[in-house]
């Protein structure tokens, strides 16, 4: 049975302290002592993870080789075997160190150490996190919180079973994460993904500052006096001109056909209700006498025959008229042919007692 304690004898404590570290201060030393015993009666109730945390406090304030030996062994029970093996190690090297006459009070905790190690080494999982081609210079690369330097990356690195977080960072990019889950033996080869930082948004110019107005000339001012041609608006171009009201004919066009084609199949459907409700279907004598229902329906389906009629005629009349419209739209002239812009200009030709002749000339 391996004895779980922090010193094998006072003598120990004293050649310890001296041959191998300085000796703690006293109160830091009774929190380690705390906390040993507290972290070994968790861990042999079997709450290892409590356990575990406290034998690590108590090996960080007062090191001693009974308490590394029992966190190697709580690492392992818990499941964390990389970390295990590691302690195993670290107690071993340490016994190594020892004077014979201290590595013979350790008694058969080095031999259970190695067989512990030995049977743990096989099973702990490996892990390797590379980074994508092309990564930014700088990116930080991090495996549980903790930052991996150049020369570990691509490298099988030892782990603990389960899921660890992992993830990657370009100098001025966003966060990239990810999980990866590994079981005991395992060996895993992971790619990370990089996001880089987003460019900066171009900045617009400012427009140019407007000319400043020059003085008004002599030649302005008669030019000014006289009358200016009246512009005509760019029919294909303004907005309301002709071209809109294509749009607007072609749009009552369509809306008329569809609205005669739905009135049409809901007047074809009366039909067939006076059909079953007039004449010898009711054993009339007269083939137009009809039924209440088929009354109903005779009248019905006539407004909606004349209704979608009209709506034929509205649609058809709508979209000869944006043909029209559109295909005797004037043309503008493009800068290449060199053609004057519109004008117009109106002037009274004529003026007597009895009445004027106006008259109005311009190019189009």
């Known amino acids: 049975m391996t004895p779980w304690f922090r010193r094998s004898a006072h003598l120990l404590v004293a050649l310890a302290s001296l041959s191998l570290a300085a000796p703690a201060a006293a109160q830091d030393a009774a929190a380690a002592e705390e906390l040993f015993n507290r972290g070994l009666a968790d861990m042999q109730a079997g709450r290892y993870e409590s356990g575990c945390k406290m034998l690590a406090e108590s090996e960080q304030l007062d090191p001693q080789p009974g308490t590394l030996f029992t966190l190697a062994m709580c690492e392992s029970q818990w499941g964390q075997i990389a970390t295990a093996v590691t302690q195993l190690g670290n107690y071993l090297a340490w016994v190594d160190r020892m004077t014979p006459a201290l590595r013979a009070r350790q008694g058969d905790r080095p031999k259970a150490a190695r067989e512990e190690r030995d049977r743990l080494a096989p099973r702990v999982p490996r892990l390797s996190l590379s980074l994508q081609d092309g990564a930014p210079p700088g990116t930080v690369v991090k495996r549980d919180g903790s930052a991996m330097g150049p020369a570990a990356l691509g490298v099988a690195l030892p782990v603990n079973p389960g899921v660890h977080l992992v993830s990657t960072q370009a100098p001025g990019g966003p966060l990239w994460e990810q999980t990866v889950a590994i079981a005991e033996g395992e060996t895993k080869a992971l790619t990370l993904e990089v996001k880089e930082a987003m460019a900066p948004t171009p900045s617009i110019p400012a427009p140019p500052a407007p000319a400043p107005a020059q003085p008004p000339t002599a030649e302005a001012g008669s030019q000014r006096d006289a009358p200016r041609p009246l512009a005509v608006p760019d029919e294909a171009a303004a907005p309301g001109g002709r071209r809109a009201l294509v749009y607007v004919a072609g749009g009552v066009g369509a809306a008329g056909l569809l609205a005669g084609g739905i009135l049409g199949a809901l007047a074809l459907d009366k039909k067939s209700v006076v059909d079953e409700h007039c004449g010898s279907r009711i054993q009339a004598s007269d083939e137009k006498a009809c039924d209440a229902t088929g009354n109903k329906a005779a009248q019905s389906g006539g407004t909606m025959a004349l209704m979608s009629t009209l709506g034929f005629g509205v649609g058809l009349a709508g979209l000869g008229a944006a043909a ?19 004008w117009l200009r109106a002037s009274v030709l004529q003026a007597g007692p009895t009445g004027a002749v106006l008259g109005a000339q311009g190019t189009f």
């Open 324 to 342: 029209v419209l559109y295909w005797t739209e004037p043309k503008p002239a493009g800068p290449a042919t060199g053609a004057a812009p519109r």
